[in-house]
């Protein structure tokens, strides 16, 4: 999970640079990934954001968050201890 948020830190920081007027180049280096895949990303998405740039809140829950409480109930685990193990709120 932790390389997926790694990812979705460098996709940001690269939608981040096209949006301050950086070629795809430019863009890719500062982000931190390869030039094939900031060209793959923009091609992809046609040049616009897939992604919300401005930084997360911590009122949502992420992807991971959310497997992590699918897995949680699964296992019958109370909505209070999956909470307090993700550091959130159970009613959030």
């Given at each position: 999970m932790a390389r997926t948020a790694e990812l979705q830190h460098q996709r940001r920081a690269f939608w981040t640079g096209i949006r301050?007027?950086?070629?795809t180049v430019a863009a890719a280096k500062r982000s931190g990934v390869s030039q094939a895949r900031g060209f793959r990303w923009f091609r992809e998405c046609g040049g616009v954001s897939p992604v919300e740039l401005s930084e997360p809140t911590g009122?949502?829950?992420d992807?991971?968050?959310r497997e992590e409480i699918a897995c949680g109930l699964e296992r019958g685990e109370s909505l209070r201890a999956i909470g307090r193990r993700?550091?959130?709120s159970g009613s959030t």
């Open positions: 301050d007027g950086l070629p009122r949502y829950l992807l991971a968050e993700l550091g959130r």
